[in-house]
């Protein structure tokens, strides 16, 4: 009837082990943690209290969990079962061993999956589905190591030392398949540890004085590293590669490792045929974003259905907000890198003069920062700038952010893709306009080149540049774009800083909305 109550959703905001953990010291066990001793004696009534709860975000979980002592981490994974909405990251439903999914499986859930910001799950699943093994863990973890477990991993050495030599000095080498004997040493690896994970658990419950430490941290790591280069091994196929990098001189030096070192790695290339399970899974799976472009793109490397609706909605922003303009008379390419910094200065100053207040420009990498940096400091000294640092902690992006003052006026340079080009919002004259000096292609490296190469395999002789380098970098570029205009007020400036933006097929992949005012050489 319409008098009849309805019962609230118990929304559940599950944070990351990290951002939760009350004791970042101690182990996850009850004989080292006060939090896990006795977690499921008191467990019970922690989950009477949390029913009378409002909401379950962080600060209310950890203010009812210490009060029964137990963890607010774990509280909130006990409390999954009773949630009507779950809030988590990517990891909790798309990983390998994704809790979620498992629940979703296990009690026969009908789940709907909402992904905000989907354009993030590529690379997000990509690593999800990729197993590196270094030789340096491998010598760390052999250190620890005796008995049957030592010998196990002294042939893996063995087996790895063959590999290396067969380089023949190459830094990098990909491989279709991985080599059979290499497998065989892995599985004898964990079976030696496993087993004698085993044989301490027994001897630990069979003393008074509790279970002893399973292993070695270093030995346990590795353990666990293994499991998942093997898991992946055992689905390997043509979404993936395998993969040698020999260890730069300085990372071996660094190590203090005599014998040269490398790492091994399964790298995922396309992560389709791992989620596509998950989206089987699901009543729905509904994907959010404004870079969801274009659709085949996302539709074959996030393992959607052929028959996936898409809807392309309308920007709220009108053409009249934003003024763009292409930059043709730059190159940012490398060889022409150190030539376009001194246009790009001139163009910057010009703009600036025209319209002073507060300017964000990209560039590829922190090297090419710093140069036009340098180039604006000589010829522009007037100009206030303030730079993207490498490495930059929380409180240095706040501050960074905190100059982007209502009526403020200055530039600001960051690195594309970075911190400062997704999901930050600087609206009215806080940010009146963005250079971007880059097509944001990924570097040209062995490791993409190796995965255009696979991703022709894949997809089809001649998607493999596009779905490597050219649909990923103007995601990039289309996302910093997206800081001028925040809401139906704002205007602002554009200026992409490269010849290339004017290519006829880089045009098609900007949003519809943007009407490009020209090819110029200077406003």
């Given at each position: 009837s319409?008098?009849?109550?309805?019962a609230?959703?118990?929304?559940?905001?599950m944070?990351a082990?990290?951002k939760?953990c009350?004791?970042?010291?101690?182990?996850?066990?009850?004989?080292?943690?006060?939090l896990a001793?006795g977690?499921?004696?008191?467990?019970?009534?922690?989950r009477?209290?949390?029913l009378?709860l409002?909401?379950?975000?962080a600060?209310?979980?950890r203010?009812?969990?210490?009060?029964?002592?137990?963890?607010?981490?774990y509280?909130?994974?006990?409390?999954?079962?009773?949630a009507?909405?779950v809030?988590?990251d990517?990891?909790?439903?798309?990983d390998?061993?994704a809790?979620?999914?498992?629940?979703?499986l296990q009690?026969d859930w009908?789940v709907?999956?909402?992904v905000?910001?989907a354009?993030?799950?590529l690379?997000?699943?990509?690593?999800?589905?990729?197993a590196?093994l270094?030789q340096?863990?491998l010598?760390?973890?052999?250190q620890a190591?005796?008995?049957?477990?030592k010998?196990a991993?002294d042939?893996?050495?063995?087996q790895?030392?063959?590999?290396?030599?067969?380089q023949?000095?190459?830094?990098?080498?990909?491989?279709e398949?991985?080599p059979?004997?290499?497998?065989?040493t892995?599985?004898?690896?964990?079976?030696a540890i496993?087993e004698?994970?085993a044989?301490?658990?027994?001897?630990?419950?069979?003393t008074?004085?509790g279970?002893?430490?399973?292993?070695?941290?270093?030995l346990?790591?590795?353990?666990?590293?293994?499991?998942?280069?093997?898991?992946?091994?055992?689905?390997?196929g043509?979404h993936?590669?395998f993969?040698i990098?020999?260890a730069?001189?300085?990372?071996?030096?660094?190590?203090?490792?005599?014998?040269p070192?490398s790492?091994?790695?399964i790298?995922n290339?396309?992560?389709?045929p791992?989620l596509?399970p998950?989206?089987?899974?699901a009543?729905a799976?509904?994907?959010?974003?404004?870079?969801?472009?274009?659709?085949?793109?996302?539709?074959?490397?996030?393992?959607?259905?052929?028959?996936?609706?898409?809807l392309?909605?309308?920007?709220?922003?009108?053409?009249?907000q934003?003024?763009v303009?292409?930059a043709?008379h730059?190159?940012?390419?490398?060889?022409?890198?150190?030539?376009?910094l001194?246009?790009?200065?001139?163009?910057?100053a010009?703009?600036?003069a025209r319209?002073?207040?507060?300017?964000?420009?990209?560039?590829?990498s922190?090297?090419?920062?710093?140069?036009?940096?340098?180039?604006l400091?000589?010829?522009?000294?007037?100009?206030p700038?303030?730079?993207?640092?490498?490495?930059?902690?929380?409180a240095?992006?706040?501050?960074?952010?905190a100059?982007?003052?209502?009526?403020g006026q200055?530039?600001?340079?960051?690195?594309l893709?970075g911190?400062?080009?997704?999901g930050?919002?600087?609206?009215?004259?806080r940010?009146?306009?963005?250079?971007?000096?880059?097509?944001?292609?990924p570097?040209?490296n062995?490791?993409?080149?190796?995965?255009?190469r696979?991703?022709d395999?894949?997809m089809g002789?001649?998607?493999?540049y596009d779905y490597?380098?050219?649909?990923?970098g103007?995601?990039k570029?289309?996302?910093?774009?997206?800081?001028?205009?925040?809401?139906?007020?704002?205007?602002?400036?554009?200026?992409?800083?490269?010849d290339?933006?004017?290519?006829?097929?880089?045009?098609?992949?900007?949003?519809?909305?943007?009407?490009?005012?020209?090819?110029?050489?200077?406003?």
């Amino acid at each position: 009837s319409a008098s009849a109550s309805v019962a609230p959703l118990r929304v559940l905001d599950m944070q990351a082990r990290d951002k939760t953990c009350e004791h970042p010291d101690k182990a996850c066990h009850g004989e080292s943690c006060p939090l896990a001793r006795g977690f499921f004696d008191r467990l019970p009534a922690a989950r009477q209290l949390a029913l009378q709860l409002p909401l379950w975000d962080a600060p209310a979980l950890r203010t009812l969990a210490l009060e029964h002592g137990i963890c607010p981490y774990y509280l909130s994974q006990e409390l999954v079962r009773w949630a009507d909405v779950v809030v988590a990251d990517y990891h909790y439903y798309y990983d390998s061993a994704a809790m979620l999914y498992a629940l979703a499986l296990q009690q026969d859930w009908r789940v709907g999956v909402l992904v905000d910001e989907a354009h993030n799950l590529l690379e997000r699943a990509r690593s999800m589905y990729t197993a590196p093994l270094s030789q340096f863990a491998l010598a760390q973890a052999r250190q620890a190591a005796t008995g049957a477990v030592k010998k196990a991993l002294d042939a893996l050495q063995r087996q790895w030392q063959t590999l290396n030599k067969a380089q023949d000095q190459a830094s990098y080498q990909s491989y279709e398949g991985i080599p059979d004997t290499l497998l065989g040493t892995v599985q004898r690896a964990v079976g030696a540890i496993a087993e004698q994970l085993a044989e301490q658990e027994i001897a630990g419950h069979a003393t008074a004085g509790g279970p002893p430490a399973l292993a070695d941290h270093a030995l346990l790591d590795f353990y666990w590293e293994l499991l998942h280069f093997q898991a992946l091994a055992d689905q390997f196929g043509p979404h993936a590669l395998f993969d040698i990098q020999l260890a730069t001189p300085q990372q071996q030096r660094a190590s203090r490792v005599r014998t040269p070192a490398s790492t091994l790695c399964i790298r995922n290339v396309v992560p389709g045929p791992h989620l596509a399970p998950r989206h089987e899974a699901a009543q729905a799976t509904v994907l959010f974003s404004g870079t969801l472009s274009p659709p085949g793109f996302y539709r074959d490397l996030l393992g959607l259905p052929a028959d996936t609706a898409w809807l392309d909605v309308p920007s709220p922003f009108a053409a009249r907000q934003l003024q763009v303009h292409i930059a043709g008379h730059i190159s940012t390419r490398w060889r022409d890198r150190e030539a376009s910094l001194i246009p790009m200065a001139e163009l910057i100053a010009q703009q600036y003069a025209r319209q002073p207040g507060n300017y964000l420009c990209f560039l590829s990498s922190f090297d090419y920062l710093q140069q036009l940096a340098a180039t604006l400091e000589r010829l522009q000294p007037q100009l206030p700038l303030w730079l993207q640092q490498r490495g930059m902690d929380e409180a240095g992006r706040a501050e960074f952010l905190a100059r982007f003052v209502e009526g403020g006026q200055g530039l600001g340079l960051a690195v594309l893709g970075g911190a400062f080009s997704e999901g930050v919002d600087l609206p009215g004259s806080r940010l009146i306009g963005a250079f971007v000096a880059t097509l944001g292609l990924p570097q040209f490296n062995p490791v993409n080149e190796a995965m255009q190469r696979a991703m022709d395999q894949a997809m089809g002789v001649g998607l493999g540049y596009d779905y490597t380098y050219l649909y990923p970098g103007l995601r990039k570029v289309v996302q910093a774009a997206g800081r001028v205009i925040r809401g139906e007020n704002d205007r602002g400036i554009l200026v992409l800083m490269d010849d290339r933006f004017a290519r006829a097929e880089v045009r098609a992949l900007l949003p519809a909305w943007w009407q490009i005012e020209g090819v110029d050489r200077g406003f």
